[in-house]
């Protein structure tokens, strides 16, 4: 089927819903309940965001950003780097020294961010974390600065390290899950006979086992690498099969495959570090940039046609996150802001609950649930309103099928849960 990618699509799938009226996009705003030193954070619904931060802190609202329902400090002397939850209660951060003391810190919450309690410290053979993500309350990974990278299969109290397939020093430096299939990003630096080598390896690699496997999806190298030519790649971001890489001197990469093959461009000079990524849908995505060798954040980019366009927003945000349609974010001062209109100007009550993509799509269909249910079955409604296809599930947020020959056409989906659990609701396009 022919694809379209315009924004006729965009204002078609608007309409759906009663249409609403579309204004403009509301900008980033601090929140009210603004408390300084966050470092990373987690969207978790419209109005519950976990965050991290220096001198060991880590915070937490349900309220939007008017207040802070819990501060707590877990460390002194170590800044936490990143934060992730992998269901509503347990959560995980890691972080760890920023003064020369080597150690490396992870902490965990059962209760919803509430409570955390120091998970270990300077146990583990790192300088310090820098990303954490995990499959599900138990499975998870976490990379440090040393090139390090560990999996864990008991909720953090063991951690293994993961033999990457690659030679030499490789450093992680950014992991990120797409239902249960996970992404990584790495980059190194050969060294032969003692002697330092400026040849830099990058690579992008896919698990389909929960982090215990991995397979390589693109390398690069630069041989004797210079301030111009570094080929870093940063972050790295999927939904479904699209999904997007970034790094330094302006390196993007896109692919609408899965992977299988990349398209690489670059957005600005030699002098702008793309930093942090991060995709509202498969149109919608965020960018940070910096400076690669001064430091320094400069701005963020924002597009809406896939990455092929660009533009400049005035927030020099450090870490973003963004789920259904809401998203928090931390500039360059450790502040927390709020944008709860990032796609396209839609009102946060015109958010569907379900977020569905790539929408439209040729392929394979993902269906984002708010959170975990228990059980219930997944039902596709042909236009004419016949149900055509249906897919039973067990505690899962996330759903995915293949809609196979079906002809082209809107689709309803509709995801019943059990009890008390509402039904759920979104439309498709399938090309």
Known sequence: MEHRNTLA???????????????????????????????????????????????????VTHNGGASFDSVQTIFITEWFNDIHFPTAQVGYACGGSHYGYHTSIIAKTEDGGTTWFPLTYDTLPWYTLNSIRFFNADVGLVSGNVGTFYRTEDGGNTFIPVNLPLLGYNMVTDIYF????????TRATKYEAGDHQDDDYYHILKSTD???????????????????????????????DVGMACGYNGLLLLTADGGTTWTESTIAGD????????????????ITTGFAYAGGYRNTLRTNDGGQTWTTLPEKFISMSIKDGVGYAIDDTYHLFKNAQVLNGITEEDIPVISVFPNPSNGKVHVRLPHVLASGILTLFAPNGRACLEVPFRHADQLSFDPGDLAAGTYVIEVRGKDADPVYRNRVVLQ
């Open 9 to 59: 699509y965009g204002l078609l799938l608007l309409s759906w819903n009663a249409c609403p009226v579309l204004i403009q996009a509301q900008q980033w705003v601090p929140v009210s309940g603004n408390a300084g030193g966050m470092t990373s954070c987690q969207t978790l619904s419209a109005d519950t965001c976990q965050a991290a931060a220096f001198g060991g802190r880590l915070y």
């Open 178 to 185: 797409d239902g249960d299939v996970a992404y990584i990003c």
């Open 210 to 240: 929960m982090g215990a496997n991995w397979t390589v999806m693109y390398s690069d190298t630069v041989l004797n690498r210079t301030l111009t030519t570094d080929r870093g790649i940063n972050g790295i971001r999927f939904l479904g």
């Open 271 to 286: 002098s702008t570090t793309l930093w942090t990524l991060e995709m509202a849908t498969d149109q919608i995505a965020y």
